[in-house]
């Protein structure tokens, strides 16, 4: 039992641990109890079920085994006991235990066939120790098969399995079952080890139990199909949590109560919601216009009769064979359909499927449900032709929930197809609600709709209309608010209390917006609170000049799905009046903003696509009247959600010029249909239509809008005309005249601010007081420069003013830093700062000490690697008097930020991190080499425009081919010794003690080198190293920003494990080298964690370390002397050319398999190598090692 509670814990919390064990013994799915009681019954039942399997399927292997006198009771109990655990490879075994969970006893038998059915050509060979020894001990290694092949394996026998009668054993006898009260006994609490491989395996006893059948059982039923090892165990907090659900709802609906079938849908919902969310999911889910399940669930069941009626018409005009063959068989609708309609059917297919269909009926609403019971129907419509009444209703009622032959995804284009045909047969819905469907009296204490509103709701002068075919009138007017609009699952659901909140309400600004009453009309003609009085009310009280204008609440709506109260406040505020969107001006009277994009739109239209605008002109279609939310909201509710998201990402990161160009995207990419619908089909497909899900995958419109961009700004019309002062704010931000953030998350330095680029045709705006917005390349969650993480900034660099009074602060640090924190905590982040700064690998002091002279050295070798590789290049700049230093601080000192693409840099960073200084001269090489040919056609403004600003710009390339760029740069400039420039003098390093004491800024590397080897310093022919330095050496390799900075914290964690290793095993103690191995598991586990874990690979029998590491080093000798052999029989002219080298295996050896090539190979292959070596222990040294010397054999 300790393997399978072992892993339950890697999934799961102690307590829902011990509640999942609990479920898989005593529940009916697994009943696992039979298993372990005294006698081993159910293992008996089945030994002798699978060699009646045996038997039937395989009967040559049968004899065969029977020849050799090998028993299945050699090598079953392990099997069947534990699910195979410790019989498979562990990620094959994980995934059985995925199936164990879900599909329940038949997996056992169904596995247990797999693999002799799987391996039977190589077993019919074998005698009996090789198949005892394969068996019980090879099927632990990989297989030939990857485990998807093995499982699609296991589905094959289940079915074959199902059609011999063959997949479950015979019932269980009362035997099986718990005879005493559970609970009420103690339990020894002594646990074993994680996952202990037995000394042996003590054979069951063979006592013969009667087995007269099953025994009624008073237990409840297991969990429902389809949930894994998380969702096993329905543990008493989740349970409380469906009793409130349920229980609140019945006092806040009273007139539905509870009925029978809603605890599964709030057991859905409590998946992925807390407790408050998914009530008010399912208020919304019971009471709004998407879904009215109210009608389902009231007395008579209205919904439900009605749902019924029209999947009968459907049948009989669609489907009219098999209408006429289940009336022949007199198989109503009424027997199966009752659990397809009212739960979304939940229990009624695949539990994996289910959650598809669930997301599908929450973004798409009721029509889902009559497009999934007819796309079952028609899908087995040839298998239901076949069967009788018992067959009908046994296939429709219970094995509609096994896996399919068909994967979920290609059930789903199937319902994508049958909503598609339905709805041109106009049945997709049926016909309109009666009022008996509605809720008649009050709901909750007061006469109140269920939830303060949609998440993002529609404005109250545009509500979202109900899409209705010709046949299929909407339904009766209701007081509800309408659903959420399309595109958001079952987490954005229910719009939550505490979001609504989030949109405060201050005081002084409750009922008033600059002057105005409570609905009080506005130049706009609309009251503060929108027509319909539903829209929250926001205070913005940093922005009285425009208060609460509709439409502002979808915007804000968004910025809580991604950010928290406090920040989301922030980034509207940036939004409204940062320079990159100024969002200000389309919300204040009048809106001139608004006004100045349709005038461009239109100019665009005339420009880009003249027939359609002259089609638009004729059917009298005004840009009015469909672009006001494209502007206003980034196209929210006017796109899918998915896209929307995705275009919300590129305008906060290229601003205004998306709004343009994706105006103008949709009606180019819809053109030919436009051109072809009148002035009713063009208003309905540009207001309406646009928000079902596109024929093009959201990347390919992406693309579109990309290429739209540069097709604009070639033809000028990229941004419209410059902004009139009526746009800006007039009045004072907040209670005082202060700017609305504190400033951009990444500022330029003071002498440097960013320019605003504007286009020939577009000139610049007014000028601004505010201060410029966040650099691109930051979406959504890095809009908001909060105040904490200013106050963040300014410690960091404040500290470090402290820490090193030789550098103090300079301009250029702060984006370093800013960098730094959004992947480090504030701390970290200063340690890493400090290591970038003197550590050896990227020793940026220089760059920053007065005088500057590690840029000026750079500077200096940037121009010879010019002179040398591009002399074309450099000729021209010296012609045009482009200096290098005009462009190139920026690029050196910051490592390229603001200089290139934001995503771009993050990569460049990572490769700076891990790679030190050569990264800076060969992306600056790969910069001109990549844009040479361009480069040489500019002028000097040109020159500089490009170097200084238009980088900034995506790129045409890929980051990831700029990358392969860059690595060809650096490998070439390694051949040609120009990869480093000469050597750093002394004036570039520090002279003064760091800190309060001369102590090196950092406690050591994360992952240090033994005392007796120290990490070289690697150094080209043409570059020798650096001066002499006191200081530790930087990390190694191969670990990007968040590995930067070896911080206290992770030094106290490492110094703890091993100090409690050499007091746990006094044999060993602290041996070198076991300090990299502790320092990996710190960088996955907590603290405790990590020791247990190093002591399971120092003493478990997986991997047994401690050998390599007692006096003597035992383990080590012997696996040096397998190597050798290993080298002597596998590549004799390499061991030959070695031994006439004399090169000894002892001296590369040693690190390869005391610390599994910690160091030795690339730190990404290392984490892979590990995860190999945890998973099928000492064989991966070996093997790596053999590979390592096959693989560079030739070299």
Request: hydrophobic fraction near 40%; proline fraction near 12%.
């Amino acid at each position: 039992m300790s393997e399978i509670a072992a892993v339950l814990l890697m999934f799961l919390p102690e307590e829902d641990a011990f509640w999942a064990l609990a479920q898989l013994m005593v529940g009916d799915r697994h009943s696992m109890h039979g298993f372990f009681v005294p006698g081993f019954p159910k293992l008996l039942r089945f030994q002798r079920h699978h060699e009646r399997v045996l038997q039937r399927a395989l009967p040559d292997l049968r004899k065969h085994m029977d020849e050799e006198q090998m028993s299945t009771g050699i090598y079953s109990p392990k099997w069947f006991l534990q699910c195979f655990l410790g019989r498979t490879p562990f990620s094959l075994t994980l995934k059985l235990w995925d199936a164990y969970v879900l599909d329940g006893e038949r997996v056992l038998t169904a596995m247990a066939y797999t693999i002799l059915k799987v391996h039977r050509k190589r077993l019919l060979k074998l005698p009996l120790e090789g198949l005892r020894e394969f068996l019980q001990d090879s099927l632990a290694q990989p297989w030939a098969l990857e485990d998807e092949a093995v499982l699609r394996h296991l589905r094959a026998s289940m079915t074959q399995l199902r059609r011999m009668r063959c997949d479950l054993p015979p019932p269980a006898g009362p035997e099986e079952f718990p005879t005493r009260p559970l609970g009420l006994e103690p339990v020894s609490p002594a646990p074993g080890p994680l996952l202990p491989s037995p000394a042996s395996e003590p054979p069951p006893r063979v006592e013969e139990p009667a087995s007269p059948g099953p025994a009624a059982r008073p237990e409840p039923p297991g969990p429902p199909p389809g949930q894994a090892i998380v969702q096993l165990a329905p543990q008493p907090r989740r349970q409380r949590a469906l009793f409130c659900v349920l229980a609140a709802y019945s006092l806040y609906d009273t007139e539905v109560g509870y009925c029978q079938g809603m605890s599964e849908i709030a057991a859905v919902l409590l998946m992925f919601l807390p407790e408050e969310d998914a009530f008010w999911a399912l208020a919304q889910l019971m009471v709004g216009d998407r879904h009215s399940m109210h009608g389902f669930f009231v007395p008579g069941f209205p919904k439900l009769l009605r749902f019924q009626r029209h999947h009968e018409r459907v049948l009989q005009r669609a489907l009219p064979d098999l209408r006429k063959h289940m009336d022949e068989e007199q198989m109503s609708t009424g027997i199966y359909s009752p659990k397809w309609f009212l739960q979304c059917f939940l229990g009624r297919t695949p539990f994996s499927l289910t959650l598809k269909l669930w997301d599908a009926y929450v973004l798409d609403g009721e029509r889902v449900l009559t497009a999934m019971a007819y796309t079952i129907l028609k899908v087995h419509r040839k298998r239901l032709l076949k069967l009788p009444l018992e067959g009908l209703r046994e296939f429709l009622q219970d094995s509609l929930a096994q896996p399919w032959a068909l994967e979920d995804e290609a059930v789903l284009r199937h319902l994508r197809a049958s909503m598609t045909q339905l709805r041109r047969m106009r049945c997709d819905l049926p016909p309109p609600a009666g009022p008996e469907e509605f809720p008649t009296r009050p709901l909750g204490l007061e006469p109140v709709s269920p939830a303060p509103g949609p998440l993002l709701p529609s404005p109250a002068s545009e509500p979202p209309p109900r899409v209705e075919e010709p046949a299929s009138p909407g339904p009766a007017a209701r007081p509800e608010p309408p659903g959420p609009p399309p595109g958001q699952a079952i987490v954005q659901l229910a719009p939550q209390p505490r979001r609504w909140n989030s949109l405060p309400t201050l005081p002084g600004q409750q009922g008033a917006r600059a002057g105005r009453e409570p609905g009080e009309p506005d130049a706009r003609g609309e009251g503060s609170e929108g027509a319909s009085g539903r829209t929250p009310s926001v205070g913005l009280w940093l922005l009285q000049e425009v208060g609460y204008c509709q439409g502002m609440s979808e915007i804000a709506a968004v910025l809580l799905m991604f950010l928290p109260e406090e920040d989301a406040f922030w980034a509207l505020a940036q939004l409204m009046v940062g320079d990159r969107h100024s969002m200000h001006g389309f919300f204040v009277p009048g809106f001139p903003k608004l006004l100045r994009f349709q005038r461009h739109h239109e100019r665009v239209l005339q420009r880009a696509l003249p027939d359609l605008r002259k089609h638009m002109d004729e059917e009298q279609m005004s840009t009015g009247i469909y672009s006001p939310k494209w502007f206003l909201q980034c196209f929210l509710g006017r796109t899918p959600f998915s896209l929307t998201l995705k275009l919300w990402d590129a305008y906060v990161l290229d601003g205004e010029r998306v709004l343009t160009a994706m105006a103008y995207t949709i009606l180019k990419v819809h053109r030919k249909r436009l051109l072809k619908l009148p002035l009713e089909g063009l208003r309905e497909f540009l207001q309406d239509s646009l928000a079902q899900p596109w024929a093009l995958e959201d990347e390919a419109v992406l693309r579109h809008l990309r290429a739209s961009m540069t097709q604009l700004r070639r033809m000028r019309c990229d941004l419209p005309p410059p902004a009139g002062p009526e746009e800006f704010p007039t009045r004072p931000l907040g209670l005082e005249p202060v700017s609305p953030a504190p400033g951009p998350l990444l500022p330029s330095p003071a002498s440097e601010p960013p320019p605003r680029v504007e286009e020939p045709a577009s000139p610049g705006p007014a000028a601004r007081p505010e201060p410029p917005g966040p650099p691109p390349g930051q979406a959504i969650v890095q809009l908001a420069p909060q105040p904490r993480r200013q106050r963040a900034l300014f410690c960091v660099l404040a500290a470090y003013s402290l820490y090193d009074t030789e550098v103090g602060y300079c301009q250029g640090m702060s984006e370093i830093a800013a960098v730094l924190l959004m992947f480090l905590p504030e701390e970290d982040a200063f340690w890493a700062l400090a290591q970038l700064m003197v550590g050896d690998r990227h020793s940026m002091h220089g760059f920053f000490v007065p005088g500057f002279p590690k840029l000026l050295r750079f500077q200096r070798h940037h121009e010879r690697v010019l002179q040398r590789a591009l002399p074309d290049l450099r000729k021209h700049m010296d012609e045009e008097q482009m200096s290098t230093g005009i462009y190139s601080p920026k690029w050196f000192l910051q490592c390229f930020l603001g200089r290139t693409p934001f995503s771009l840099t993050l990569k460049l960073w990572d490769a700076y991190v891990l790679d030190g200084e050569r990264v800076l001269t060969a992306m600056a090489y790969t910069i001109l080499k990549v844009h040479r040919k361009r480069l040489l056609k500019l002028p000097l403004e040109g020159l500089r425009e490009f170097l200084q600003d238009s980088l900034a710009q995506p790129w045409a390339l890929e980051d990831e081919a700029v990358l392969r760029h860059l690595r060809a740069s650096m490998t070439q400039l390694r051949r040609m010794r120009c990869d480093l420039p000469p050597p750093a003098g002394p004036e570039e390093f520090p002279t003064r003690p760091l800190g309060l004491e001369p102590v090196s800024p950092a406690p050591g590397p994360l992952l240090p080198s033994p005392a007796s080897e120290p990490p070289p310093r690697v150094e080209e022919p043409a570059s020798p190293g650096p001066a002499a330095r006191p200081e530790p050496p930087g990390p190694p390799p191969g670990q990007a920003i968040v590995q930067l900075a070896p911080q206290p914290r992770r030094q106290r964690a490492l110094f703890c494990v091993l100090a409690a290793y050499s007091l746990y095993d006094t044999e060993v103690g602290y041996c070198q080298g076991m300090s990299e191995i502790a320092a990996v598991l710190l960088m996955f586990l907590p603290e405790e964690d990590a020791f247990w874990a190093l002591a399971q690979l120092m003493v478990g029998d997986r991997h047994s370390m401690h050998g390599f590491f007692v006096p003597g080093f035992p383990k080590l000798l012997r696996f040096q002397r397998h190597h050798e052999r290993v080298l002597q029989r596998a590549l004799p002219d390499l061991r030959k050319h070695m031994d006439e080298e004399q090169m000894s295996t002892g001296i590369y050896s040693p690190k390869w398999f005391l610390q599994c090539f910690l160091g030795r190979t690339p730190f990404s292959l290392t984490l892979k190598l590990w995860d190999a070596y945890v998973l099928d222990g000492e064989r991966v040294l070996t093997a790596m090692a053999y590979t390592i010397l096959k693989v560079h054999r030739s070299k």
